[in-house]
């Protein structure tokens, strides 16, 4: 009996060729391959076109009951094993004789192009049987594409057909395809209970390298959020072919490199109900189209039958964004302590408690992917920025234009580090430090005249949860308005551009700072570890470092001097971006 309780229709044979067991099968080294057929056990081969060559290979792999469908038609009967161009392996994980049906799983290489190399990859995961009134997770439908011809896609753990999406060699060098020109569709259920497969939850996640290095400097996660139906609706998981989650984050300083893949150092992330529509983005793949003889062995055969697929790419996502899109929020986070070596973006932190920490505590690492500390996330929770950004005097730093508020907990040693590794995947802990057991300090951030720009911060440098200090622009007499970036229309060279000026600003800034600090008596030598960048984000580190020890420095100079007046001067020198104002000070 075949996939659907039917037998199959067609011709059959079996060959029992020599076999020896294969050296890789269920060791603890990576399985990069599935092992071959086990000694002893038969290789079927069945003709389903009666053409006089085998369009199926049954066999067993570790126990688990394979088949393979020769999509292409070049199976041979001495093949021990199908083709990896474009045919399709179907696994019997429960063993009760069905394929493509509950509890099974799918991998299935589709050669669009027509040069004999597969350039699509689809990996579909059945839920249980007992799981199939859940509309969402477990399961998955994840089609990779081989943007940059690298012929690296999903990584399949070959011993038990497990798709593993966050393994790593070393930090953040992932085997699964996030690395270079590259995207993926992919949801948390199984194809059987989506209204349409042409259509995806993230659709796509968009990989860029302008560099061509191999790495990806910039990605955008695009997200179709499902309506979740009820047991005895047709379809569980409806797509709606609208768009309303959008995060676009970037390696500003481009230090990715052998070693440190994955470095993002800010997101922006636009949500709303209306967000756009994208069933126009039609692309065609007839590949995908299995062989339809094949079509008896699987419960829901739709996802053999696709010749086309929906959604932006990446071209046209822009556009879509920035043009199409109606957003109701932006959200906004930047890496501070530059520990971010996740592959998808810098996590978003919540517009929640500044102090609470842990997941789902209603913190602003509420979300279990965010780092606990080390963060600066801003929100506009209104879209009056419609997402653009601005570079402030008063810290010299990337700000979202139209955020109301914002909060950075400081962790200047990474001590809580949001790398991979962590949270999925039989890795471990969820955090390297799962709870944050020491105070840290927290600088929150305000608007108080929404005119889109941050006016009044405040400080609580000994992490006690009372602002200690209160900076008002509007009391210092300075002006928060500043030059508005348009976000549409950077490039990422103009990017790498912005973060280049605001930490070669921000160093020139310092070594200012130092010079009216020397002048004013103080010994600056004390700060020589920070005296010496040698990188843009060491610059950028550094320079915002040096500047806020030596402007308290000077104020408590001016305090213990009883010089007032100094006190306010250097309030302004500082929160101005002015320093060169202190030069001349008497």
Known sequence: MQGNGQESKGTSNSNRAKQYMYWNSNKPLNPYRPPFPEPGNSVEYIDLDKDGDPDILKTTINSFPVQWIDDDDDMKESDLEGDIDSDCLMVDRNKDGNYGSYSDVIVDWADNDDDNVADMQIYAEYVGEQEKDTPWGPGHLMINMDMDKDDIMNYIDWNNFNLRGWIHDGRADFYEDYLGQSLFLKIHTSPEKMNDLRLNWENPFLFYDPDNDGLTEYAIRVIDNPVRGKPGDKYLTRLTGNVSWISMSYDLDNDNAPGNEFDFDMTVNFRGK??????????????????????????????????????????????????????????????????????????????????????????????????????????????????????????????????????????????????MGGLYDGYGPERLSVDVVNPFPVIKYMDTDNNGFIDRMEYDLDGDKNFEQIVSLKELGIDDNCPVIKTESLSYDDFTSLKSKVANDMWQQATIAMKVASKAGLNVKWYAMLMHPKSIRQKYHMGFWLQFYLFNDLLDLARRTNKKEWEIDIAKAYYNSNWDKLLDYK
């Open 274 to 419: 209306t967000g756009f529509n994208y069933m126009d983005q039609v692309h065609s793949f007839p590949a995908m189209r299995g062989l339809p003889e094949s079509d008896q062995y699987f419960m829901d055969p739709r996802v053999r039958q696709l010749t086309e697929l929906i959604y932006p790419n990446h071209k046209s996502i822009h556009n879509l964004v920035f043009e199409r899109g109606k957003w109701d929020e932006v959200y906004f986070v930047y890496d501070e302590d530059d520990d971010c070596e996740r592959w998808e973006r810098v996590e978003l932190c919540d517009p929640k408690d500044p102090y609470i920490t842990g997941k789902r505590k209603g913190g602003l690492d509420n979300n279990p992917q965010t780092d606990a500390v080390g963060d600066r996330g801003e929100w506009d929770l209104d879209n009056s920025g419609k997402g653009n950004l601005y570079v402030s005097k008063f810290d010299g730093k990337i700000h979202l234009y139209g955020a109301e508020s914002g909060y950075w907990r400081v962790d200047q040693n990474a001590c809580y580090y949001q790398g």
